[in-house]
């Protein structure tokens, strides 16, 4: 059979600027609070046009990577590590058409397991009343309808999530829940009794806080990725269910 190739698609002169620039970055030839040359020695450097170097310099911004105003003599600032510009760019990831919902599945197992693992050794008297409260919170969202339940549902594993004292625990917990937080939703409205679903779904959670609570990491992250599977298996195929009973079953 002939091999089988993709339509290529061509790169701007202003994304190649975008690369060598976040390399310089990522390598330490750039460090945070250093400035980029300026817009007419960037367009020498590059080759390219001022559109090309104005329009680079946007991406990046928006990235979070440097802070630039037009005509600045002193060139674009290059910032420090933000949280909020790796969520913001996991995020883009995360809605990728690319990206199968199996692989967000099993990327929120492993993050929500490694999360309950981690607030279970850690956990405070403080945290675990936040646990309670958001827990609370769930069960009082239960008469607003599914939208709100789901969103009170994500509180509580936003609450496990910073339990864990790990900024990128949080930081992916926050970008996958966004991704899924329509489907639950979803799922509630379609279910024959929403209520008993709810229900059920906060008799795990009662089980999962309990677990942290005693300090058994290893139970809560068991709970966690049980009922993930059990709440989603049913949209996947059958090989993409392989795949995630595997991070269920430890084996």
């Known amino acids: 059979m002939p091999a089988q190739f993709q339509t290529v698609q061509p790169v701007r002169a202003y994304q190649r600027v975008v690369e060598q620039v976040e390399e310089a970055v990522l390598t330490g030839a750039l460090k945070p609070g250093e400035r980029l040359p300026s817009e007419r020695e960037l367009m020498a450097q590059f080759g390219v046009s001022r559109s090309t170097v104005r329009e680079a310099l946007r991406v990046l911004e928006s990235g979070g990577m440097v802070r630039s105003r037009p005509g600045d003599p002193h060139g674009p600032l290059v910032l420090p590590y933000s949280p ?21 599945l099993q990327f929120r197992m492993m993050v929500e397991g490694g999360a309950y693992l981690l607030a279970a050794r850690l956990r405070t008297d403080a945290q675990l009343a936040e646990m309670r409260g958001a827990l609370d919170a769930m069960e009082r969202a239960v008469d607003r309808g ?31 829940h966004g991704v899924v937080l329509d489907m639950i939703a979803g799922k509630l409205q379609k279910a024959p009794d929403p209520r008993a679903v709810m229900a059920e779904t906060l008799d795990h959670h009662q089980q999962a806080l309990a677990a942290v609570r005693a300090g058994n990491g290893q139970l809560a992250a068991d709970l966690a990725r049980a009922k993930l599977y059990e709440y989603y298996a049913d949209h996947l195929s059958s090989e993409e269910r392989t795949a995630l009973k595997w991070l269920v079953d430890g084996r």
Request: charged share 15%.
């Open 84 to 104: 909020a510009g790796l969520e913001k760019s996991m995020s883009r990831l995360a809605h990728l058409d690319q990206l199968s919902l199996a692989e967000l």
């Open 146 to 176: 599914p939208t709100a339940f789901s969103e009170a549902d994500l509180a509580f594993h936003d609450t496990v999530a910073r339990m864990s004292g790990n900024m990128l625990i949080i930081i992916c917990s926050q970008v996958v």
